[in-house]
């Protein structure tokens, strides 16, 4: 599973940014779909996912209202709207894919993780 990420970049509190997860995963099922987050000096902590089947989604609290997860399975991408950033946005966004090879056991269901990108939320 290949997961290409887009977007990010700086922008002023207030603003809005999106950024793009795209997949390639020949061989595999997805099953849900997500956005993790790591500023500096912090673990990684989930942003948002969305399950392949059904759409389901979940939000940390803290971007609840101002982030929307969406997906366009037609193009097996990922989609993070962030709107009304602060400058605790601010962080290395990762594109992640839980997915398994087609045809084999849900115990090889694995993690799947994208390049960063940047976001940076000025005050």
């Known amino acids: 599973v290949q997961l290409q990420t887009s977007g990010g970049g700086l922008a002023q509190a207030g603003d809005s940014l999106r950024l793009s997860c795209a997949a390639s995963a020949v061989g595999f099922e997805i099953s849900s779909r997500g956005w993790y987050r790591q500023a500096p000096g912090k673990q990684r902590e989930s942003v948002a996912s969305i399950t392949t089947t059904g759409g389901v989604t979940s939000y940390a609290d803290s971007v609840k209202g101002r982030f929307t997860i969406s997906r366009d399975n037609a193009k097996n991408t990922v989609y993070l709207q962030m709107d009304s950033l602060k400058p605790e946005d601010t962080a290395f966004y990762y594109c992640?894919?839980?997915?398994?090879?087609?045809?084999?056991?849900?115990?090889?269901?694995?993690?799947?993780w994208g390049q960063g990108t940047l976001v940076t939320v000025s005050s």
């Open positions: 992640n894919a839980v997915a398994l090879p087609t045809g084999w056991p849900i115990s090889t269901r694995g993690d799947y």
